[in-house]
């Protein structure tokens, strides 16, 4: 069974950082690129970055571009989102989910249960 | 930037009838377009992808059509599990972006 676990949320102060982290089961980590995804409080899904699954290719909204990082560590299956100069914006619970894999593309077909980011003094 | 904009904002329908959600483009996506389903609390599930494909799991009744820039997810007949809000997403440019979101209520 595929499972995405999100952790590394919290309450921030505005400019502060934070990095979040998905430890994913149940798959060939190496294999798939993933995404992040964000939900403010009572609103829509927004796609924030994906990376390629060697980590040789990133992308990202440009709402975050130049401020929020996306890694990972093959070797520990494992997902992360650097967050910094956060804002009161970014208020949201955040979601990895898995996209596609050198077979193809067959939509975000995993998604962790999220994790809550606050920003806020 | 790619807009999705889908419509209507909120549908509401009755079990057993038929809902028809539909999804535009600001500019051509070819087929990368996929239908998310998300209850309250949970997170999203998949539903379709490439437009028209069901992902695994997923019951038959519901549906996905259309290409370019306007797509249409079709529940045949609503179950009272169906009632939740759907996004639609597109990943065929980056940066890919998700629709505003339609909200299914029960009449």
């Known amino acids: 069974e595929v499972q995405l676990v999100e952790s590394g949320g919290g309450l921030v102060q505005p400019g502060g950082s934070l990095k979040l982290s998905c430890v994913a089961s149940g798959f060939t980590f190496r294999n798939y690129w993933m995404h992040w995804v964000r939900q403010a409080p009572g609103k829509g899904l927004v796609w924030v970055s994906r990376?390629?699954?060697?980590?040789?290719?990133?992308y990202y909204a440009d709402s975050v571009k130049g401020r929020f990082t996306i890694s990972r560590d093959n070797a520990r299956n494992t997902l992360y989102l650097q967050m910094n100069s956060l804002r009161a914006e970014d208020t949201a619970v955040y979601y990895c989910?898995?996209?596609?894999?050198?077979?193809?593309?067959?939509?975000?077909?995993?998604w962790g249960q999220g994790t809550l980011v606050t920003v806020s003094s | 930037e790619i807009v999705l904009t889908q419509s209507p904002g909120t549908l509401s329908l009755s079990p057993g009838e038929r809902a028809t959600l539909s999804c535009r483009a600001s500019?051509?996506?070819?087929?990368?377009l996929a239908w998310y389903q998300q209850k309250p609390g949970q997170a999203p599930r998949l539903l379709i992808y490439g437009a028209s494909s069901r992902a695994t799991g997923i019951p038959d009744r519901f549906s996905g059509s259309g290409s370019g820039t306007d797509f249409t997810l079709t529940i045949s007949r609503l179950e009272p599990e169906d009632f939740a809000v759907y996004y639609c997403h597109q990943s065929g440019s980056s940066p890919l972006t998700f629709g505003q979101g339609t909200k299914l209520e029960i009449k």
């Open positions: 989910a898995r996209g596609g894999s050198s077979n193809g593309y067959f939509g975000l077909d995993s």
């Open positions: 500019q051509s996506v070819s087929s990368d």
């Open positions: 990376l390629k699954s060697d980590g040789t290719s990133t």
